[in-house]
C-alpha cells in the first residue's frame, strides 16, 4: 500500500527496508516511524496524519453570533410500541402544504420535513422507536432538540414509556406529550397525566411546564395544536445555526442501492451541503454529486434543519456518522483512510479480547468472583423468574451479578451496561435491534438467545464451573 502510495514498485521498497535491517514480506505493516524514514528514503514528502489532523466535524459553537439565522427544529417521536409512532408521523407529515400542493408525492429518507400553512417549518426524524435517537447518542451526535412522547390514552404509560423519558432526560431534550388515540371511548387522557407524574414528568395542566396535547393520529385530530406546541418549545429553545460556512451534518440514514450506489440521508446541521462538495461521514467520504429532498426532488442544496439524500458516497456510512465538508478531495480521502485503519485496529483488538473466553478463563483460575448478566425477557414473569434463579445458583468462588433486567428487546444500552462491566447478556424470547448487535459484534459482548429458563440456568451454571463453550 506504501508503495502505491509513493508510486514505486513493491520490491523496492522491500529491499529498500531490507536495507535498513527491517525484514518484511510485502504485505507486512509496518510502524509509522519506520515508513516515514522509507519514504524519505525514496526522496518522497510526508505528511503524518495524526488524531488531531482529523478532528473534524461538529467542532463547537464557533460560528459568531452574526452569522446565526433561526432553524427548523429537529422531532424526534418517541414511545411504547403500538401507541402509535408510526400513525401520528404519517399523520404529521400529510399536513404539509408543499408536498400537498405537489400532489403528495413523498419519499421515506429517515427524516422529513413539515411546512406549516404559517410558513413556519419542522423536521421529523421518521425513523420510529428509540433505536434512532439512543442509536445516535450513543456515537456522540446530539440531532434531537424535542421528542415527542407518544402515549396511547388507552394504555398509559408502558416500559417503552419510560424508557423513552429516561432518555430524553439523559439527553437533556426537553418533551412535548402527545396523548394519542384519544378518539377510542377507552380514552383516559388523565390516567396519562397522572401517571406520567411517578417518572417526574409534569404536564401544564398539574402545575408543570411540560405541554401535553390531546391528539388523535387516525382522525387527524390535535395535531395543529401539537405542531403550535412544537414551535412554541422550539422558540423557547432559540435554535440557530449559520447557513453560510461548510456543511456538517449527521447520518440519519445510509443504504446501499443498485443503481445508486451507497446512498445516505444526512440532516445538515450547520453550513450549506452543495453540489460538487467533497466530504467526508464517519470513514467513507465522497463528492456531492446529487441532492434529493424528502419530496423526492432533486435540489441543489440543503441548508441547516434539512434532510436530504446524498449520492456520490464512496462507501455506505453509519447512521449517527458525522458529515463535514472537506476543502480538499486527497485530504478527505486521507481522514477516511485514517478512520479506517483506526476502525479495523480497534475492531482487532476487541477480537483479541472475547469477553465470554475471558469470563470463562478468568472464573477458571480462579480470577472472577462475579459473572455479571443484562436479563432481558419477553414477560415480566420470566424476568424475575430468571433473575431468582440466576441469583441463586452462584458458588462460594463465583457470584451472579444482575446488572440489568427488564422486559423489552435487546438495545443499545443493554450493550453499554454489560460492556461496561464485562458481563453478558441473556435474551429471553426476545431479540436484539441491529444496532444493538453491531455495536455488541464491535465490542466483543456476547448476546445469548434462549426460551427455556431451564437452558439459561444449565448453561449459567456450565459457565459458573468453567465449562462452557463460548458463543460462535
Ligand atoms: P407504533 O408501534 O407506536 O408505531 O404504533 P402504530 O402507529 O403502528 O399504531 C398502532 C396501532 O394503533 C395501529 O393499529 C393504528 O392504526 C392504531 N392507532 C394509531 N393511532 C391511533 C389513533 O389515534 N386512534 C386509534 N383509534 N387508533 C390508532
Known amino acids: 500500500e506504501l508503495a502505491n502510495r509513493m508510486a514505486e514498485r513493491g520490491v523496492d521498497v522491500v529491499r529498500a527496508l531490507m536495507k535498513m535491517g527491517v525484514m518484511v514480506t510485502i504485505n507486512q505493516p509496518i510502524d509509522a516511524d519506520t515508513a516515514e524514514l522509507l519514504v524519505s528514503e525514496f526522496g518522497h514528502r510526508i505528511r503524518r ?46 399536513t404539509d402544504v408543499v408536498s400537498r400542493e405537489a400532489g403528495g408525492i413523498t419519499q421515506h429518507i429517515g427524516a422529513y420535513q413539515v411546512e406549516l400553512s404559517g410558513g413556519a417549518t419542522i423536521t421529523f426524524l421518521d425513523t420510529p422507536g428509540h433505536e434512532a435517537f439512543t442509536g445516535m447518542r450513543s456515537r456522540g451526535a446530539k440531532v434531537t432538540d424535542i421528542v415527542i412522547l407518544v402515549v396511547a390514552a388507552d394504555d398509559a404509560v408502558m416500559p417503552q414509556t419510560i ?6 432526560k439523559l439527553a437533556e431534550v426537553p418533551i412535548i406529550v402527545a396523548i394519542n388515540k384519544c378518539d377510542l371511548p377507552a380514552a383516559n387522557p388523565d390516567k396519562v397525566r397522572q401517571q406520567l407524574l411517578q417518572h417526574e414528568i409534569v404536564v401544564e395542566s ?27 418549545q422550539s422558540e423557547i429553545l432559540e435554535l440557530k445555526a449559520n447557513p453560510d460556512r461548510n456543511a456538517e451534518g449527521v447520518v440519519v440514514e445510509a443504504k446501499l442501492e443498485v443503481g445508486r450506489g451507497s446512498v445516505a440521508t444526512v440532516l445538515v446541521q450547520r453550513g450549506t451541503l452543495r453540489i460538487g462538495d467533497v466530504f467526508v461521514a464517519g470513514a467513507e467520504w465522497g463528492r456531492v454529486r446529487a441532492l434529493i429532498d ?7 442544496s440543503a ?19 458525522l458529515l463535514s465538508v472537506i476543502d480538499s478531495e486527497s485530504r478527505a480521502r486521507d481522514i477516511a483512510e485514517f478512520r479506517q485503519r483506526q476502525s479495523r485496529e480497534k475492531r482487532a483488538a476487541v477480537g483479541q479480547r472475547g469477553t465470554l473466553e475471558q469470563m470463562f478463563s478468568a ?20 424476568a424475575e423468574a430468571l433473575v431468582g434463579s440466576a441469583e441463586k445458583i452462584g458458588t462460594d468462588e463465583v457470584k451472579v451479578e444482575i446488572l440489568h433486567s427488564a422486559v423489552g428487546g435487546i438495545n443499545e444500552s ?8 464485562n458481563g453478558i447478556i441473556i435474551g429471553f424470547n426476545v431479540r436484539a435491534n441491529k444496532q444493538a448487535r453491531e455495536m455488541a459484534q464491535r465490542d466483543g459482548v456476547d448476546i445469548r438467545y434462549y426460551s427455556i429458563i431451564y437452558n439459561v440456568i ?6 459458573l464451573s468453567g465449562m462452557l463453550a463460548p458463543a460462535v
Open 163 to 168: 424508557e423513552a423519558i429516561r432518555h430524553a
Open 294 to 300: 424528502d419530496r423526492g426532488n432533486n435540489v441543489e
Open 414 to 421: 443493554d450493550v453499554i451496561l454489560a460492556r461496561a462491566s
Open 458 to 463: 444449565d448453561d449459567l451454571k456450565s459457565l
Open 49 to 94: 496524519v495524526s488524531d488531531s489532523d482529523v478532528e473534524v466535524g461538529l467542532s463547537g459553537d464557533d460560528d459568531p453570533v452574526e452569522s446565526l439565522k433561526p432553524r427548523a427544529p429537529v422531532v424526534t417521536v418517541m414511545g411504547h410500541v403500538d401507541h402509535g409512532k408510526t400513525s401520528l408521523l404519517d399523520a404529521l407529515r400529510k
Open 363 to 382: 472464573i477458571k483460575e480462579g480470577q472472577a468472583q462475579l459473572l455479571p448478566l443484562v436479563i432481558k425477557a419477553d414477560v415480566q414473569g420470566s
Open 303 to 321: 441548508g441547516p434543519a434539512e434532510p436530504v439524500e446524498v449520492i456520490g458516497l464512496q462507501g455506505a456510512p453509519e447512521a449517527g456518522d
Open 206 to 232: 398539574l402545575g408543570g411546564d411540560v405541554q401535553d396535547v390531546e391528539v388523535s393520529a387516525a382522525k387527524g385530530t390535535g395535531l395543529d395544536k401539537l405542531q403550535e406546541a412544537i414551535l412554541l
